[in-house]
């Protein structure tokens, strides 16, 4: 399998507190990898990293064979790596068909294109990726009428509008309900077989992780703990002291 | 938000063109109609112009904005210079001051003068806007506020105490040629219809705008700018667009206005920060931020009501002025607008109803 993306003893830290230490990742095409640890291990800095969002102190960051240690976030997500949101953020005042048509992808953008209106096609896919995502009645609502639950979907669905190569999810499924979240791994997976898009989850919720992921790595305390499949993963005894917890 | 495009059902876009209509004859009509009132009736054009024009920062993209009343001033002062130097010596003529403000051209040089001025207005607006942009819109929310309030300052202090275009006390503008009541008149309805072609201009170009993928990402960055840039758009290029088109237009207005109000001082006239500059993002607060209709609705409220009570409560006038700011606050936080929306969700083209036929989205 050929890595789309490699992390390479990349270090983090933030005055004196050390978010990320020495942390080597690697995505092949086509994976669903996850990404678990506990609270304040440094996940999200280490997403954060990737896209660019801050730059790393040590270490280097190369996507698609390509460096983009020092790209800037707009930059990289052009490039087809893009990320949702812990908090989930989606374009509040604006209605779920206009969140969907401005998340269409923005490589090569020209004047001529941005003062163009978006072709018919883009409403029939907003449309379709709505459905996929259960989110087609509310379609005329604006993007802050929804619940919590409805946003995280709506967000999910406005990254698949984007066309990425590879999607990193923070924590996708954290509020939403159990029969909800059923569905998401299902589509997640669906979104990994059928259109190929490359998956890298960080989340908490066991059951969906080890459903998903096919490799899985472990953070604790800024470094990296294991890796490895899901099975050898859960009974890693690190990871059940670091994390999972004596059962 | 009331956005135009195919968003708007059928019957809001038919009212929509009667509206046009009957708003487009009252305008062209409203000079005649109240010829005493003239120079007022251009400057709520004026009025309406800064109060679109900072919509599209505020309201649209997101960026509270007190500096627009740079490119304001700017276009003032360039269209002065344009409209002047070349037929006398500016220096003598600044340094004269109001005494010595006799230039007396003809008409071929007036005109000569006003349209490259307005032009170079339009550019100065354009290209300040730019340049600042680059610099100042990497702050964000509040320090955006403040960066620009700061800049506001900063060049009008520039101004003030530049001698070549006679800086504290100000430059006093040619006079259209002509002389006589009838010829008078002829003047106030040159700049009336200048700034009612200049006001649609503004309208339709923004309303134009609105509805492309430009408009949709300037509301997504108000929305979420970080989303925005994790989404992959270009947000500074479009941030920057939209304070050059904010720039372009207010340059040309501020070239009518200094020709309207004839004497421009650099504080109180050209980047008077405290007022114009405050009164735009008012009118646009209380018609409705980031809605179409909402700018034009707020100039008429606050044009009239402003005048009205400097007419009929000189004196207690700002008092008053800020009575009516603290209303709208409270009673209508968000604009005429927002409180008509959230009444009547049909009547501004919103539809909600979730059983809807599948429409076309931009």
């Not at chain 2, 809001?12 to 509206?19: D, I």
């Not at chain 2, 100000?170 to 008149?185: K, N, T, V």
Request: with cysteine; proline share 4%; charged share 15%.
């Amino acid at each position: 399998m050929t890595p789309l993306l490699q992390v390479r003893e990349a270090s983090k830290s933030f005055g004196g507190v050390t978010a990320n230490h020495d942390i080597s990742v690697t995505v092949g095409e086509g994976e669903i990898v996850g990404l678990i640890g506990p609270n304040g291990s440094g996940k999200t800095t280490l997403f954060n990293s990737i896209v660019g969002y801050h730059p790393v102190d040590a270490g280097s960051i190369s996507f698609a064979g390509r460096e983009i240690t020092t790209l800037r976030v707009p930059r990289i997500a052009r490039l087809g790596l893009l990320r949702t949101f812990q908090q989930t953020r989606i374009y509040p005042k604006m209605t779920c068909m206009e969140n969907m048509a401005v998340s269409v992808p923005h490589r090569g953008v020209r004047l001529r294109r941005m003062l163009s209106r978006h072709p018919p096609e883009v409403a029939e896919k907003s449309e379709a990726l709505l459905e996929f995502v259960g989110l087609y009645a509310k379609r005329l609502l604006r993007g802050g009428e929804l619940s919590f639950g409805q946003q995280k979907l709506l967000e999910f669905a406005m990254a698949l509008m984007n066309e990425p190569r590879m999607l990193m999810l923070d924590e996708p499924t954290a509020g939403i309900n159990p029969t909800l979240i059923n569905g998401l791994i299902d589509r997640l997976k669906r979104v990994n077989a059928d259109l190929g898009i490359t998956l890298f989850v960080i989340e908490h919720n066991m059951r969906v992780i080890m459903n998903l992921a096919t490799r899985i790595y472990c953070l604790a305390h800024g470094e990296l703990l294991a890796e490895g499949p899901p099975e050898d993963i859960q009974t890693d005894q690190r990871v059940v002291d670091a994390y999972l917890g004596a059962s | 938000m009331n956005r135009a495009g195919p968003m708007r059902n059928q019957g809001a876009s038919r009212r929509f063109v009667l509206l046009c209509l009957a708003v487009g004859l009252l305008s062209v009509a409203a000079p005649f109609l109240f010829p005493a009132i003239v120079k007022q009736l251009s400057i709520f054009w004026v009025m309406v112009i800064v109060a679109y024009t900072w919509d599209t920062m505020g309201g649209q993209l997101g960026y509270n904005s007190f500096g627009n009343i740079v490119f304001f001033g700017a276009g003032i002062y360039v269209s002065a210079i344009i409209q002047i130097a070349p037929f006398t010596n500016m220096r003598d003529y600044t340094a004269a001051g109001e005494e010595g403000a006799a230039l007396t051209l003809t008409m071929a040089q007036y005109l000569g003068g006003l349209a490259p001025g307005l032009v170079a207005a339009a550019a100065i607006g354009f290209v300040l806007a730019i340049a600042f942009g680059f610099v100042i819109l990497g702050l964000r929310g509040h320090y955006f506020a403040i960066g620009t309030l700061a800049l506001g300052i900063f060049v009008a202090q520039i101004f003030a105490n530049w001698e070549y275009v006679g800086a504290g006390s100000g430059i006093i503008m040619p006079e259209l040629p002509g002389r006589g009541r009838a010829s008078d008149q002829e003047k106030s309805l040159l700049f009336y219809f200048l700034c009612l072609l200049l006001a649609g201009a503004t309208i339709f170009f923004l309303r134009w705008l609105y509805t492309t993928r430009f408009g949709l990402a300037i509301n997504a960055i108000r929305d979420d700018e970080d989303k925005a840039e994790a989404m992959g758009i270009a947000t500074t290029l479009y941030k920057v667009a939209a304070w050059s088109v904010s720039g372009f237009f207010l340059g040309i207005c501020g070239a009518l206005y200094g020709n309207i109000v004839r004497f421009v001082d650099p504080e109180e006239t050209a980047f008077d920060g405290p007022g114009l500059g405050v009164w735009m993002v008012l009118m646009a607060v209380l018609g409705g931020k980031g809605s179409l209709w909402g700018p034009l609705i707020g100039a008429v409220l606050f044009h009239a009501t402003k005048e009205l009570l400097w007419t009929y409560l000189l004196g207690f006038q700002n008092i008053a002025l800020g009575l009516l700011v603290v209303i709208i606050v409270v009673f209508f936080p968000e604009g005429i607008m927002g409180w008509i929306r959230a009444r009547w969700p049909a009547l501004v083209g919103e539809r909600v109803d979730a059983s809807a036929q599948s429409q076309a989205a931009r």
